[in-house]
């Protein structure tokens, strides 16, 4: 079994290779694809697409200034006639809460009209646009057409309802002219506005680019479903290691966290979540995750990671689950932002107390700590781009994963060891380290099953007990290793004259116990005898000194346990110690 094991961990250990390789080239292609290829920005409520063709380009980002009207929900056919205050423009996709409108910073909660004017190649072919959640309701128009809405857009509280419902709309532009106007309305959250960029394509690139990324968020959710179910196997076969299900626990919040992050659910219409649901989870998914993880580093390095900062990491979360489970959305969603300044500083605690172990080669710690750097880096980025610090696009699930499968391949290996270091004392519990035969522990499952047999079906077997004749006066004479040399032996010479279905054992001291199943007296008499000559003649040519054994031997009677038959054998022994020894006798 153990070979196999340690076949199981290098597999194991190039299948995570392999992952993690995979994983980074995908951060390389998502930073390729997000931050080095250039496309064209809004300028002054602008976009200008017409040098491009739709048709041989990716998804374009609805990213720049977009004229903006706070406080006013300005309809498209009347636009120039409804604006009762000068344009500002904004920058977009950003939340409104962080800019300014006419030099004062923007509250959270209200409601704005964006607009954005497109100019691109006059086509025939159907264009889509990608819209993606907005905080918390809007409305869109193209072209003085109402073409999209989630929730409903209110100018108060009581009348606007926060949705959730990212989808794709697909539109028709043969002038090649877009008039884009956005509605928002956010009192639900403590951030309103464009959280995300809207993406104009041909609907072919589009439902190409929606399928790359759905396959993409599942497939990291699948990872995460994967991980948890082996982590809660391996909890069930060992309760008393926590460590797989702490990581199972992770791995379900992580993957819950991907499919509510991802919009899964929204855009293949599998379930239809309300808008509280979704914000819960997405914020207590991300809460939890830092005390089981935070708790996963303590376990596996506790020297390292010390108990007090748990409690703390632990009670701190604790005062953000129950804010988010029992306050409505826009109380709780300002809470946030101080709990990724939290995480932060947790991250970096967690990096220092990895790198420590690492620096003190505790064992997986050098791994540990690879995936560490991966999630802190990818996290970092993550919490910076919320925050508004830096403009990036969100990584972190990346990170997450590849810290997971660093973590499951741990626990794996960690699994084998210690299912291999369980067998290794199984195996010296239950047998001799002298003859390597079972010892009187090991033999007791046979004899079990021994008394089962008889019982059910009557079958008889024979008990041989052999004791080696005067081995005190030959451990006195040759010494204690000559003894040793004896027994060891000895042991070798029974099992190479039994069948393959007897059982031979060391019952204590010099003494040895062979039990032959469905065997009668006569045969077991002439086994006896064989191996009573074969021990004395190969023995006493081994040490150059005489070497002889007496065997008692006895049938089990109708109805007899092993433990009578036995006893019954034992007698037989003494007897033959009586008539002088080097002789088998068979109990009557």
């Not at 926060?162 to 956010?186: E, H, R, T």
């Not at 522990?441 to 008889?454: C, K, S, T, V, Y």
């Not at 010099?510 to 039990?515: A, C, L, R, T």
């Not at 032959?516 to 081994?542: D, M, V």
Request: glycine share 6%.
């Amino acid at each position: 079994m153990w070979p196999q094991a340690k076949t199981l961990a290098r597999i194991s250990a190039a299948v995570l290779g392999v992952c993690l390789f995979v994983l980074l080239f995908s951060v390389v292609v998502e930073i390729n694809g997000n931050w080095l290829t250039q496309h064209p920005k809004a300028i002054g409520g602008k976009l200008e697409l017409s040098t491009l063709d739709l048709s041989q380009s990716e998804p374009i980002p609805l990213a720049g200034e977009w004229q903006f009207y706070w406080q006013q929900l300005v309809m498209s056919e009347s636009f120039d006639a409804e604006i009762d205050s000068p344009v500002e423009l904004l920058k977009a996709p950003k939340s409104w809460d962080r800019q300014t409108f006419l030099g004062q910073q923007i509250t959270p909660s209200g409601f704005a009209t964006y607009r954005l004017r497109i100019n691109i190649q006059p086509t025939s072919d159907l264009l889509a646009l990608s819209v993606p959640v907005m905080g918390t309701a809007y409305r869109l128009y193209v072209n003085q057409t109402l073409v999209d809405e989630a929730g409903q857009v209110g100018t108060n509280k009581q009348d606007s309802v926060a949705q959730y419902a990212p989808k794709i709309v697909q539109i028709s532009v043969p002038n090649g002219q877009l008039d884009m106007i956005l509605q928002v309305s956010n009192y639900e959250l403590a951030w309103g506005g464009q959280w995300f960029s809207m993406t104009l394509a041909t609907a072919d690139k589009q439902f190409q680019a929606h399928l790359k990324k759905l396959i993409r968020s599942v497939s990291v959710a699948a990872i995460f479903v994967t991980i948890a179910i082996l982590s809660l196997f391996h909890f069930v076969l060992r309760p008393s290691d926590l460590l797989p299900f702490l990581l199972a626990l992770s791995c379900i919040c992580l993957g819950l966290r991907e499919v509510e992050t991802s919009h899964i659910l929204y855009i293949t219409d599998s379930v239809s979540l309300s808008f509280n649901t979704a914000i819960r989870i997405n914020f207590l998914t991300f809460y939890l995750a830092l005390p089981l993880f935070t708790g996963y580093f303590r376990l596996s390095y506790p020297e390292e990671f010390r108990r007090l900062p748990l409690i703390a990491i632990c009670s701190i979360t604790a005062v953000f689950v129950v804010t988010t489970l029992f306050t409505p959305p826009v109380t709780f969603s300002y809470l946030m932002a101080y709990f990724q300044y939290f995480a932060l500083v947790v991250l970096v605690y967690g990096l220092y107390s990895i790198l420590l172990a690492a620096y003190r080669k505790r064992t997986g710690a050098r791994l540990m700590a690879l995936g560490s750097i991966l999630l802190f880096s990818l996290s970092i980025n993550d919490i910076f781009n919320s925050l508004g610090i830096i403009s990036t696009v969100n990584m972190a699930g990346l990170g997450l994963l590849s810290f997971a499968l660093c973590q499951n391949y741990l626990t794996y290996v960690r699994f084998i060891n210690d299912s291999r270091a369980m067998q290794t004392l199984v195996v010296q519990a239950n047998q001799d380290p002298l003859t390597l035969l079972f010892n009187r522990r090991g033999l007791m499952e046979a004899i079990e099953n021994i008394d089962d047999e008889q019982r059910h079906n009557s079958a008889h077997f024979c008990v041989m007990l052999i004791d080696f004749d005067h081995f005190k006066l030959l451990n006195d004479t040759l010494g204690h290793d000559a003894g040793d040399k004896v027994l060891a032996q000895g042991a070798k010479i029974m099992q190479s004259v039994v069948r393959k279905e007897d059982l031979a054992a060391r019952w204590g001291g010099e003494e040895f116990v062979i039990i032959l199943p469905s065997t009668n007296a006569a045969g077991a008499q002439i086994l006896a005898e064989k191996l009573r000559i074969k021990l004395s003649k190969e023995l006493s040519l081994l040490l150059d000194h005489s070497i002889t054994v007496s065997v008692g031997l006895a049938q089990n009677l109708d109805n007899e346990r092993f433990a009578d038959c036995l006893k019954r054998a034992d007698k037989a022994l003494y007897i033959a110690k009586e008539n002088g020894r080097n002789r088998v006798v068979l109990a009557s």
